[in-house]
Nanobody, 115 residues
Framework: QVQLVESGGGVVQPGGSLRLACAAS????????MGWYRQTPGQQRDLVAT???????NYPDSATGRFTISRDNDRHTVYLQMNSLKPEDTAVYYC?????????WGQGTQVTVSS
């Protein structure tokens, strides 16, 4: 089992920045991927960014240049630095952990971009 604890969400004005963090604990070993997804009411959960334990990253076009994912393998923590935030970035952001044991999700953290 893997447990995920997210932090860093909140309310920010357009153009502002936020940094999300997701700390994983439990059965963590070998190769794994952590990432961030976001979801708005009535919509599917969409990819924001992923990073492997080897450091390879993946972003959709909508996040390239504004969002940066990074990780601290010693702390099993992944970060999402979000800059130049727009109102359309408002969503619940979920952390995901994938390894040979399975897929695990965090409880989600709300990000609201509003003036």
């Amino acid at each position: 089992q893997v447990q995920l604890v997210e932090s860093g969400g909140g309310v920010v004005q357009p153009g502002g920045s936020l940094r999300l963090a997701c700390a994983a604990s439990g059965s963590i070993f070998g190769f794994y991927t952590m990432g961030w997804y976001r979801q708005t009411p009535g919509q599917q959960r969409d990819l924001v960014a992923t990073i492997t334990s080897a450091g390879s990253t993946n972003y959709p076009d909508s996040a390239t240049g504004r969002f940066t994912i990074s990780r601290d393998n010693d702390r099993h923590t992944v970060y999402l630095q979000m800059n130049s935030l727009k109102p359309e970035d408002t969503a619940v952001y979920y952390c995901r952990f994938v390894s040979g044991l399975g897929t695990y999700w965090g409880q989600g953290t709300q990000v609201t971009v509003s003036s």
